[in-house]
């Protein structure tokens, strides 16, 4: 496992893009500057939901109905490994049929606990609203030096 830890870290730069973030370190890459101890922290998270649609019983049911498909289709198929000849077609529908009917009840019954007070559906995220490079305190002067000669680069704040 990775070690994301720094010992005395000290900020090269913050910016407002990932991908200025990442521009940099490439650039102190190409300079043959040990990147090995530089890390890109996130900071500022947010959490953000992005509402997908209105939650109906419909879409509900239609839901539980897939999941529980696939995971009938998935049980299914493992049971098809140790059947033969045409009971493997039955013990597939079978999966298929069972996992319908579990998925639909599952998802009626969570829906139902909400008791409408959350009636869409949505995604959620943590993302970050700026982007630290940090590096060892040793490089810095020589990471500063490097960027300051970057041509094009990043405004950082």
């Not at 870290?9 to 530089?38: C, H, K, M, R, W």
């Amino acid at each position: 496992m990775p070690d994301f830890t720094l010992q005395y870290p000290q900020s090269l730069g913050v910016y407002d893009q990932y991908t200025a973030a990442q521009q940099a370190v490439d650039y102190l890459s190409d300079e043959q500057f040990p990147v090995e101890n530089i890390a890109i922290v996130g900071t500022e998270l947010r959490q953000v939901e992005r509402v997908t649609g209105r939650l109906t019983w419909g879409r509900v049911l239609i839901g539980g109905a897939g999941s529980g498909a696939w995971l009938g289709l998935l049980i299914g198929l493992i049971l098809s490994l140790f059947t033969e000849g045409s009971s493997m077609l039955a013990t597939l529908a079978g999966g298929i049929g069972f996992g319908i009917v579990f998925g639909v009840v599952s998802a009626s019954l969570g829906y139902a606990a909400t008791r409408g007070q959350r009636d869409f559906s949505s995604v959620q995220s943590v993302i970050a609203t700026k982007y630290e490079v940090m590096v060892e305190h040793k490089f810095l002067a020589q990471g500063q030096e490097l960027l300051a000669r970057m041509p094009g680069r990043p405004v950082d704040l």
